[in-house]
């Protein structure tokens, strides 16, 4: 078996090889097989930089990484197609701070190393799911990819003017909460979505009964209103809207205007 | 306002309430027949469903820091904000399930940081019904075939469900379910079907029922403190 030193000087070619080798031994025998020389090779593609080291990376590991997406994207209701979540996890790994932490300690670290790469393939299913369901309703969806429909979408980050996302807007608009109770709801009710009962069931000593719950939830909507990021955000979802989706009235097509502002019920 | 001057006014906050069903047949009559309550209550669903969409999980921590809690890598001030997070939040509960169930339990590479009360998570598996039930495991209100009883256990932990077919209608199904060996902690359970919470409860008395459950395959997550037991996949029936 080469030494350790070995790896630090063999050709990068020659590397790959090893790696791959120790790579197929291990799934035989754990044993038998020697860490270093994957290690070196991640070494030298994250440390060093160097491009063909990280293309014999992608070529190695490539399938497996496809592997493991794909167990996660079938647990989850595949959207998207498993090559896009093999890119966005390789480039997501290589941009990993945590990563060169890993790459600094000896090779028998290669396990948490690899175990970051699959870190890095469940992150990307699961941030693909957030995000289609943060989508806005009203984009259309190809049929045949389950994609967006590129040109028609609007992403709710840019229907606002004065905040750079949904999360910024939330953290504005949370500071301005006078209370707990609202601050409360404002989480629990449209972040998390949950029902008063929940929420009572979640704050007990806080809420006793449901009808406080749905009380400030009115008080928040009548204040919402006069939000003027929020006012541009309804009538943002409107323009989107089908004008008349089944016949029905459109939602939100006169909230503003139906609801004049009064003052909060306590 | 009223619809009707005999009757007291029906306020937003009844209205919101009659989005969530939580009101009394008579006041849902009320709204339905009249068009004025309908199409206020139909604005305020629009209202709240912007809002749901706008703000769902702004708070919650990204994806992949929920992983690098998971394999506690993360500084200390972040894994706090997480850890606190991760007590009030079903979804991102669910995402540290769903790493532990791929990744396999953390490589230490020798981080030294206190991580003893790091939320964790234990993969519940089906038990072999064949063999002695652990000890602890209720024996509550299991009518009819034993065969329709499914036990999960982790840990200390057993999760016992009863999946029966409505009796009104037969392809929507409910799960009455016990979880022995959670101790005295509040105890919450959610399920999902494929990446929807459809339900959060609490325990009552050590037991749950979901109703109106369509077939499909689901997970289940059962979170107490600092440990949470989840159910990769509960097929339904």
Redesign the interface.
């Known amino acids: 078996m080469d030494s350790a030193s070995s790896s630090h000087s063999m050709d990068l070619q020659r590397l790959a090889d090893t790696c791959r080798e120790h790579d197929r031994l291990y799934r035989l025998d754990k044993t038998r097989s020697d860490p270093q020389f994957c290690f070196e090779l991640f070494r030298r593609a994250l440390i060093e930089q160097s491009q063909l080291a990280w293309e014999y990376i992608i070529a190695q590991y490539h399938d497996q990484v496809e592997r493991w997406v794909s167990h996660v994207h079938r647990a989850n209701d595949g959207h998207l197609e498993a090559e896009d979540f093999v890119n966005d996890a390789f480039a997501r790994f290589w941009q990993a701070p945590a990563v060169r932490g890993i790459l600094n300690k000896p090779p028998e670290a290669l396990g948490s190393l690899l175990q970051y790469l699959k870190k890095c393939a469940v992150h990307a299913v699961l941030d693909a799911a957030r995000k289609f369901k943060n989508r806005p309703a009203t984009i259309p969806i190809d049929e045949k990819t389950r994609f967006p429909v590129r040109s028609d979408v609007r992403s709710v980050e840019n229907t606002f003017e004065s905040h750079e996302s949904a999360a910024e807007l939330y953290a504005a608009i949370l500071n301005s909460l006078n209370t707990e109770e609202e601050k409360i709801i404002f989480f629990q009710k449209f972040t998390l979505s949950k029902k008063a009962a929940a929420i009572q069931n979640e704050f007990p000593e806080i809420f006793t009964d449901t009808a406080r719950i749905y009380r400030v939830t009115e008080n928040l909507l009548k204040r919402f209103r006069r939000n003027p990021d929020l006012q541009e955000l309804y009538s943002a979802t409107v323009q989107n809207e089908d004008p008349n989706p089944g016949g029905k009235p459109a939602a939100a097509s006169s909230l503003i205007s139906k609801h004049a502002p009064g003052p909060d019920h306590d | 306002m009223t619809d009707n001057h005999n009757l007291p006014e029906l306020?937003?906050?009844?209205l919101?309430?009659y989005l969530?069903g939580?009101v009394s047949r008579q006041v849902a009559d009320r709204i339905e027949h009249s068009p004025e309550l309908s199409?206020?209550a139909?604005?305020?669903?629009?209202?709240?469903?912007?809002?749901?969409?706008?703000?769902?999980?702004?708070?919650?921590p990204?994806?992949?820091d929920?992983?690098?809690y998971?394999?506690e890598?993360l500084p200390e001030d972040q894994r706090r904000s997480i850890h606190d997070h991760l007590k009030?939040?079903?979804?991102c509960t669910r995402?540290l399930a769903?790493?532990r169930?791929?990744?396999?339990p953390?490589?230490?590479?020798?981080s030294g940081a206190n991580l003893l009360d790091n939320v964790k998570v234990f993969l519940a598996t089906l038990a072999d019904l064949t063999r002695p039930a652990p000890k602890g495991t209720p024996v509550f209100a299991f009518r009819g075939s034993e065969t329709r009883l499914r036990v999960y256990q982790a840990e200390q932990v057993a999760i016992t469900l009863d999946v029966r077919s409505a009796e009104e209608t037969p392809d929507m199904f409910s799960v009455k379910g016990m979880v022995a060996g959670m101790g005295s902690e509040r105890t919450d359970v959610m399920i999902w079907r494929?990446?929807h919470?459809v339900e959060?409860?609490?325990l009552v008395r050590g037991g749950f029922q979901l109703d109106q459950l369509q077939g499909g395959k689901y997970e289940l997550v059962v979170r107490s403190g600092e440990r949470v037991f989840y159910i990769?996949s509960l097929i339904i029936p």
């Open positions: 306020t937003d906050d009844i919101l309430a969530e939580d199409s206020r139909e604005q305020l669903s629009g209202e709240v469903n912007i809002l749901n969409k706008t703000f769902h999980r702004a708070a919650c990204k994806a992949g929920i992983g690098d998971y394999l890598i009030t939040c079903a979804f995402e769903v790493y169930m791929q990744l396999g953390p490589i230490k590479t020798g494929e990446d919470l959060t409860l609490s990769a």
